[in-house]
Structures are given as C-alpha cells and as structure tokens.
C-alpha cells in the first residue's frame, strides 16, 4: 500500500487583530511632500512643472506661438465659448397644478437666478464681460491654471440696487502671486504682490499668513485648474506633452530654411579654363587683384543673389539639383504636428487632413473633440457657480438660501452639427406622445440648445 504524504506547510492561524478606528471627520496624512510632518501653511513655486524649471516659466507661452499648436489652443477656445453662458434656476419650473409651496420654492430659485443673470449683464456693459473673462481663464489648458481678482460693489441702481455685485473679474499674471496651502493642500490663499503695500512673494514655509499685508483671501479669488496633482491649484499644462515634437520641429526649421535658400534655386558650380588657372585678375566687386578662381566664385556669389554675370571664355557653368524635392522636411513636419494636436485636442482630425481616413473616422474624431469641448464647459460652468454665483448669493440672500437655491450656470451640451438629427428625432418623439410637457425643458435646453419653452398644463 503507498503511502501519503503529507503537506510541509501548515495552515497559519488566523490572527484576531483589533480593527484601526479613525474619526471619519477631518485629514490625516500630509499632502506635502517636502513639509509631510509639519503643521505649517506653506506657499508654492511659482514654476508648476520640470519644463518651466529648465527652460524657463515662459516656454509654453513662446509654444504657443507655433502656429500648429497656438491654432489648436484657439480652435478649442472657440468651440468652448461658441455658446452664451445660460442661468438656470437650482429648481425646475414646477408645472401649473402642483402643490402651492412648490411654486414659492421656484420663486426663490428664479429670484436667484435673476439677481446672477442681472450682475453678469451689468459686467457686460463694462470692458471685462464674462465672456472676455473666461477667454482669458481657459489659458489654463496652456498655463496650467489662471487666476483672477473680483472686485465689487454696492449697486447703485437699477433692479440690483443696494446690492453688492461684482464690479470686475480680472485674470491676474503669474508672476504677481503664489499660491499658498496648508498641509493637507487645502487652499488658504494668495501672497500677491500689492500696490503701494508690498512685492514680498514668499517660497516655502509659510508663519502668520493672516498676519502679511499682503495676502489674498479665496473669497476674492476664481481659479481654473486643470489635472492638478494631489490638489495642487497650479495644475498642469497641457502643452507640456507636445513638448517633444514642437522641441524636434524647432531644431529642424533652420535646417529646412538653409536648404531651401541653398537649393531653391540649384547650386551653381563653375569650371574655368585650365589655360588661365595661373592668371590674376581684378575683382569685379571688391576691385582688388585677385586669383581668377577666387573672382570667379565672387562673380558667382552675385549671380546667386539674383544678379547677372560674365565668365572668361570656356568657362563651364553647371547647375546642381538636390535629389530631393524637399517632401522629407514636410513630412516631418507633419508627423510633428499631427502628434502636438493629437496631444492637446486629443485627436489629429480635428484640424489636420488625413491621409488614410473613412467618414467613420472623421465621425469618430468628431465626438472626441465634442467630449473635450464638453469637458471644459463643465469646468467652467462649475468654476462660475460655485467661486461667483455661490458667494454674491449668499453675501445678499443669506447661507440658507444660498445653499438651496444658488443657480446653475449652463453651456449648451449638444454638437452643432448634430443639431438637424436631434431636432428630427425630438419632433418624431413628440408626435409620438412618447415625451411629456414635463420633458420640455430638459429637452430644448440639453438636446436643442435653444430657449425653454414654458411648461403648460396638460390638465383641464
């Protein structure tokens, strides 16, 4: 009979372990990397990434003037802001049969949304409109965030009258001010260089921040950031992975020039005769006595920069073609833009022909970029509702109101060239019976982009 063996390893016994309890309320570990343990405020370089460290903090905005890779941050700015900023009440219009109090709680939220709609139409009379504002903030895809001062005051006149409101919202340059956290990256501020007070910045260790003449409290501050890390408000540039190809384009543009102004026209050579190797001439352009190869290719040089010239007899003129006809620089080039647009927009169809494509693909590369210019609008809209609509409705309403019926800032959410199959397909619905009166609203407003329409009553 065999015998068994037996298993070497035991089975390890099971540990009763005490459970780690941590109050769910508040932080613990450190954000900072270089200030982990101590319990200090904290003000950030100024540089928000190695290539500005390198090359200098400028090197994004001298990117931006290739005119690939600037055209690409235009084109997503325009397509971002091709829309007006709506104002929408935090609750939807109730329809005419519901309850009373429902219909008092849709007032407080559309008198929130007109004293928001009010100040952004009295900004727009003034140098600083919003939309000038947020063209202006989204050179946070490039810089990596952007950072502007709102000033106010007490209105006036008109319907906002005693009201305090914004006066001017100004994006403010990077050099101006950084950035100041707490341990755990919670952001406590600005040190800002101030006019007639002080242009102390400070890096590093931060004692006394409520005590610095100059610093900025958030409540003045709107700051757009994209992909920041571990809260850091700098964020990052979008540019910074372009920075490869645009770096080899510009290494290779002086190399293209020299040869098209070498080449353009072919090089010309010239093979004087050998009975007169030996023979000193007067130069035609300097008149000093020279050797006659030294005057002929003086002579040369003159016929090169689009002049005339004269040879001795049974001088032989040769003119030397380059091989290529210069197709490899741009094909270079391309592949260097193709990769900086895909980069930052996602997608090289967005502004580059393709060479190899199917109307399936410019489809597919069109919804890339909707998500993108998607994408941004909710930051912005976010950015308008929570950093200006928020405050101003509470300075004037009060906390309680504020909290509940601050309004939504809106962007149309809907790709114009969609607009003729939505539109067919929100009439094919509606002759169906298939959407409610209810369903109006959201429809016109996220699908249509256009106007709500009043809700009516279905009841008799």
């Known amino acids: 009979m065999k015998k068994r063996s037996l298993p070497t390893t035991g ?15 508040g932080s613990y570990i450190g954000s900072s990397a270089q200030y982990g343990f101590i319990q200090v405020d904290r003000a950030l370089p100024q540089t928000i990434d190695d290539a500005e460290r390198d090359f200098g903090d400028d ?20 397509l971002v802001l091709s829309v007006d900023l709506n104002v929408s009440p935090a609750i939807e219009e109730p329809r005419p049969h519901e309850a009373r109090a429902r219909h008092a709680e849709f007032a407080k939220a559309k008198q929130a949304a007109d004293f928001c709609r009010a100040f952004l139409d009295r900004l727009a009379q003034t140098d600083r409109p919003i939309r000038k ?6 050179d946070a895809v490039r810089k990596g965030h952007r950072l502007a001062e709102i000033d106010a005051e007490v209105a006036s006149d008109g319907i906002l009258k005693g009201k305090l409101v914004p006066k001017s919202i100004r994006p403010k340059p990077r050099h101006n001010y950084a950035f100041v956290l707490d341990e755990y990256n919670s952001f406590r ?10 242009i102390a910045l400070r890096n590093g260790i931060v004692y006394g921040l409520e005590e610095i003449p100059n610093a900025i409290a958030p409540s003045k501050l709107m700051v757009l950031t994209f992909g920041g890390k571990d809260g850091d408000p700098r964020g990052q540039s979008w540019f910074r992975r372009a920075y490869d ?5 510009q ?15 072919g090089m010309i050579t010239a093979i004087a005769p050998e009975d007169i190797n030996q023979v000193n001439v007067q130069d035609p352009i300097t008149g000093k006595t020279v050797h006659i190869q030294a005057a002929i290719q003086s002579i040369l040089q003159q016929l090169s920069n689009g002049g005339t010239a004269t040879f001795p007899g049974g001088t032989k003129l040769e003119v030397h073609r380059p091989d290529s006809d210069g197709s490899y620089f741009e094909d270079f080039f391309d592949r260097c833009d193709r990769e900086m647009v895909t980069t930052f927009l996602l997608s090289g169809r967005a502004m580059l022909e393709a060479r190899h494509g199917s109307k399936a693909d410019s489809g597919a590369s069109q919804d890339v970029i909707d998500d993108l210019v998607q994408f941004v609008r909710h930051e912005i809209c976010e950015l308008i509702q929570l950093r200006l609509f928020r405050p101003f409705v509470e300075i004037n309403f009060g906390t309680d109101f504020a909290e509940r019926y601050t309004p939504k800032a809106t ?14 397909a929100v009439a094919a619905l509606t002759t169906a019976g298939y959407l409610d009166p209810s369903q109006l609203p959201d429809s016109d407003r996220e699908i249509l982009g256009l106007p709500e329409r009043p809700v009516l009553s279905t009841e008799c």
Request: hydrophobic share 50%; aromatic share 8%.
């Open 189 to 198: 501020g600005v040190i800002a260089v101030v006019p007639g007070v002080s």
């Open 133 to 138: 504002v947020l063209w202006e903030m989204l």
């Open 59 to 78: 090197i994004y905005d001298r990117m931006a003037n290739d005119a690939v890779l600037g055209g690409a941050e235009a084109y997503l700015k325009v």
């Open 251 to 265: 290494i290779v543009k002086p190399e293209s020039v020299k040869t098209a102004v070498q080449f353009g026209g």
């Open 411 to 424: 962007m149309l959410k809907m790709s114009r060239p969609d607009f003729a199959a939505n539109a067919t």
């Open 11 to 25: 089975v390890p016994p099971v540990r009763d372990l005490a459970p780690v309890v941590t109050d769910i309320a």
């Open 245 to 249: 190809p645009w770096y080899r384009k």
